[in-house]
């Protein structure tokens, strides 16, 4: 399942990029930017604020939404099938994240940008959610890509079974590996994971020889001190063959999402960090002789 195809993109890898967000992540952490990408499931987001009570969502009959004196009552846990709502509200109000899209439909509309790949060498980038999580029909396309020659970047947290990344090696040319912390009981805490899990496999795929930079998610309260960012670089610089290191500042851009899909955000009230407040972090890496900057 997927909950987005961006066209376009000049992130997430080299040149012009299509952006594949699978949806569905075995994480939950905290900031995350995405938090309608993290069930593997269809999630129903609603925005009161444009609402206009047409009433094609109670008429679906999928259970779980009901007029109240104040608008709409949604109780999520109450839908049947909230697929059915997809594209069922005019104003928008309602809007279901994820799609069941084929490898087939989904090369389709990597083709359409196949001219702007070949000018700018870029190509496209699996992201989420967590795409090392999808199973067959990830490899699948992986192999299609591969055929058909485009470049693929795979953007991931590792946190899922080595088997599922050994099937993808030799098949992009790219690991951005989010690595948030190196203590245990922080990353616990801040993502429901379990961290051995993400640097056991991040060890084996620098063992594998392929090319990996990290990504370094920088949240307020969580890892933004220099003792424990430097703890995540001394790490990062010990790994085979990884050379380069991204810090990525905390922002807000993302909220409201939490409102729309009925989730508390925990960390309300944090401010979002600046570029020029990570520069003893790219110092630090540098010094370590890793290459280093802020922003993906």
């Not at 967590?130 to 067959?136: F, K, N, R, V, Y």
């Not at 912390?181 to 084996?204: Q, S």
Request: charged share 20%.
């Amino acid at each position: 399942m997927i909950f987005n195809i961006q066209r376009y993109s000049t992130h997430d890898g080299h040149g012009i990029r299509t952006i594949i967000f699978y949806k569905g992540c075995p994480l939950s952490c905290r900031w995350c930017c995405n938090p309608e990408s993290q069930s593997f499931d269809y999630s129903l987001m609603f925005d009161p604020r444009l609402c206009k009570d047409f009433g094609e969502c109670v008429a679906t009959e999928v259970g779980g939404i009901t007029p109240g004196a104040n608008g709409l009552i949604i109780d999520r846990s109450a839908l049947l099938h909230p697929g059915k709502l997809t594209n069922v509200c005019p104003s928008r109000a309602i809007t279901i994240s994820g799609e069941n899209r084929s490898v087939s439909y989904i090369l389709e509309q990597v083709e359409k940008d196949r001219p702007f790949y070949k000018t700018s060498g870029g190509g496209v980038t699996l992201s989420g959610g967590e795409p090392l999580a999808q199973g067959d029909d990830m490899i699948q396309l992986l192999r299609e890509l591969r055929k058909r020659e485009i470049d693929v970047v795979i953007e991931t947290s590792l946190h899922v079974p080595w088997s599922q990344i050994e099937s993808c090696l030799g098949l992009a040319s790219l690991f951005l590996v989010d690595l948030k912390h190196t203590d245990k009981d922080k990353f616990c805490d801040y993502t429901g994971g379990d961290l051995k899990i993400v640097t056991d496999n991040l060890g084996r795929l620098a063992a594998a020889g392929e090319r990996i930079i990290i990504r370094v998610p920088v949240v307020p309260g969580f890892n933004h001190t220099y003792e424990e960012i430097k703890a995540i670089v001394d790490f990062v610089s010990s790994l085979p063959g990884v050379n380069e290191i991204h810090f990525l500042p905390y922002h807000t851009l993302g909220n409201q999402k939490y409102n729309m899909l009925g989730i508390e955000y925990l960390l309300e009230g944090l401010n979002r960090i600046e570029n020029t407040e990570l520069t003893g972090y790219v110092n630090y890496a540098e010094s370590m002789g890793l290459s280093a900057k802020t922003g993906g």
